[in-house]
């Protein structure tokens, strides 16, 4: 059974970093993508970026270079997110097969609250 | 790429025929997904490469192409199909969102 598991709920003042992870399991961790999702308290879903563990090959979104890191350590089936703390927002990351396949398996999300 | 989802909303009642669009701001080619949220859950996907229906998904949602614009119908709405659905294409990089459709009950 696939399935990726996030790390907790945050809490953070503004501008602190934070690193949220997701672990991949019951398939090949390094042969598929894993991508992330930001959803902002009633709104939409915003994608930000993607790597692929095998090689870290990693894209992002415009709207979010520069402000976020995305790595992986395939040795433990493991993708992560870096970023400032700035807006309460759920991450989520979720599964991608192939370059133009959808997102297939998602993550449980991760929510950040950002609190002076 | 951008995406143009419509309507932001409806309301309908159970057994009634829906149907939410998505225009594309190019060629796509077909590559259009469709996702489900219930509050508090993490998306789920419906349809993908707009209209191969995902494993387990009942037959009562399907999906159509027409150039660069995407159609997700659900047939006979059922209690649990209340909730906002998003489409989303995976031609290019980024993969953007449409805005989503909150499906209310009437």
């Known amino acids: 059974e696939v399935q990726l598991v996030q790390s907790g709920a945050e809490v953070k003042m503004p501008g602190y970093s934070l690193k949220i992870s997701c672990q991949g399991s019951?398939?090949?961790?390094?042969?598929?993508?894993i991508g992330w999702v930001r959803q902002m308290p009633g709104k939409g879903l915003e994608w930000m970026g993607i790597?692929?563990?095998?090689?870290s090959d990693t894209r992002y979104s415009p709207s979010f270079q520069g402000l976020v890191t995305i790595s992986a350590d395939k040795s433990i089936n493991t993708a992560y997110l870096q970023l400032r703390a700035s807006d309460t927002a759920i991450y989520y990351c979720a599964r991608q097969r192939g370059q133009q396949h959808p997102f297939d398996y998602w993550g449980q999300g991760t929510l950040v609250t950002v609190s002076s | 790429i951008q995406m143009t989802q419509s309507p932001s909303s409806l309301s309908a009642y159970v057994g009634d025929r829906v149907t939410i669009t998505c225009r594309a701001s190019q060629d796509i080619s077909g590559y259009l997904n469709w996702y489900q949220q219930k509050p508090g859950k993490a998306p789920k996907l419906l349809i993908y490469?707009?209209?191969s229906l995902q494993s387990g998904v009942p037959s009562r949602f399907s999906g159509s192409e027409s150039g660069t614009d995407f159609t997700l119908t659900i047939t006979s709405l059922q209690p649990e199909d209340f909730a906002t659905y998003y489409c989303?294409?995976?031609?290019?990089?980024?993969?953007?969102f449409g805005q989503g459709t909150k499906v209310e009950i009437k």
């Open positions: 019951g398939y090949s961790f390094s042969n598929s993508w």
């Open positions: 490469a707009a209209s």
């Open positions: 790597i692929y563990p095998g090689d």
């Open positions: 989303q294409q995976s031609y290019g990089m980024p993969g953007t």
